[in-house]
Nanobody
Framework: QVQLVESGGGLVRAGGSLRLSCAAS????????MGWYRQAPGKQRELVAE???????HYADSVKGRFTIFRDNAKNTVYLQMNSLKPEDTAVYYC?????????????WGRGTQVTVSS
């Protein structure tokens, strides 16, 4: 059974930094996608940053230049370094990992970690 364990969330003042991590266990196939999403109260879940299999990262406009996504393939772990945090970054952050081979693809979600940025 695949498990995604997220950590690194917490309370930080505006301008501060946090690093989120998401470690996957029980992966059977090749990981071909890793991403971070977030959901603020009353809003839909949105993409924050992602690394598809090609390795080219993609960021939401709201976090460009402040957040960095990177991965450790040996540990099946994806990270999100968040700098210059703003109150509007407050949300529950979820990691998403996709594994697969040929036409088979499985998507896994973490349970989420709360990030709160005070002004």
């Amino acid at each position: 059974q695949v498990q995604l364990v997220e950590s690194g969330g917490g309370l930080v003042r505006a301008g501060g930094s946090l690093r989120l991590s998401c470690a996957a266990s029980g992966i059977i196939f090749e990981i071909n996608y890793m991403g971070w999403y977030r959901q603020a109260p009353g809003k839909q879940r949105e993409l924050v940053a992602e690394i598809p299999s090609g390795g080219i990262t993609h960021y939401a406009d709201s976090v460009k230049g402040r957040f960095t996504i990177f991965r450790d393939n040996a540990k099946n772990t994806v990270y999100l370094q968040m700098n210059s945090l703003k109150p509007e970054d407050t949300a529950v952050y979820y990691c998403n990992i996709k594994e697969g081979r040929a036409l088979i693809s499985y998507s896994h979600w973490g349970r989420g970690t709360q990030v709160t940025v005070s002004s």
